[in-house]
Structure formats: C-alpha cells, structure tokens
Nanobody, 123 residues
Framework: VQLQASGGGLVQAGGSLRLSCAAS????????MGWFRQAPGKEREIVAT????????RYADSVKGRFTTSRDNAWNMVYLQMNTLKPEDTAVYYC?????????????????WGQGTLVTVSS
C-alpha cells in the first residue's frame, strides 16, 4: 500500500497550493480519503475528507471556504486545493485512506497513511 502526497512548498500568505495524493495497492475497494495536517508541537488534525464517489466532502472549520478536496478514481488520485493560505496553515499535510463507507473526521478510522508533504506559509 502506498499513499504518496506531493505539492507542498513555500508560499506567501494569501497564496494557493494544490496537494496531490497518489494511491496504489489498497487492499479494499471504495476507500474514503482524508487529508490531515500536523504543525510543529501540535497534534495531527483533520483537514478534509471525501467519499468514494466524491459526492460528500467535509472540512474542518478552520479551512471551510478556503480548501477544496476532490478525487479522480480513474487515476487513483486525491487532491486538496488550498486557497487564501494563512501562516497558521503551516504544517506537514498527510493523505490517508479509510475502509469506512461514509466520510469520517476521526484519524482513528484511517488505517493507511502517506508520508506527508510540508506546506509553509510565510506572513
């Protein structure tokens, strides 16, 4: 199983980044996918989650209206479009896969994790 997140980098406040997550080797079908982040000295937190068909998405209150997650199942890809970035968005961002049939905001429901990509937002 491999989840490869990419697209992180350094951006100024107010800017945008698009993260990608390539999934391969998952041993189950129809995974719910999630994006999480972990800032230095803080616990990992949910950012967004998306259902198998992409019809249902949920977001943390801190990113609502700024971040959008989507997926392309034909290419086993999940995306996180991040707009109007703020310094407090600085963190390592992870994608994760869950066997749940419905979107879930709990990290304990995700059993496969990518290696993370660093997003740094300068003020």
């Amino acid at each position: 199983v491999q989840l490869q997140a990419s697209g992180g980098g350094l951006v100024q406040a107010g800017g945008s980044l698009r993260l990608s997550c390539a999934a391969s080797g998952l041993a189950f079908n129809n995974p719910v996918m999630g994006w999480f982040r972990q800032a230095p000295g803080k616990e990992r937190e949910i950012v967004a989650t998306i259902s198998w068909r992409g019809g249902t998405t949920r977001y943390a209150d801190s990113v609502k209206g700024r971040f959008t997650t989507s997926r392309d199942n034909a290419w086993n890809m999940v995306y996180l479009q991040m707009n109007t970035l703020k310094p407090e968005d600085t963190a390592v961002y992870y994608c994760a896969a869950s066997k749940r049939t419905m979107t879930t905001m709990s990290p304990y429901d995700y059993m496969y994790w990518g290696q993370g990509t660093l997003v740094t937002v300068s003020s």
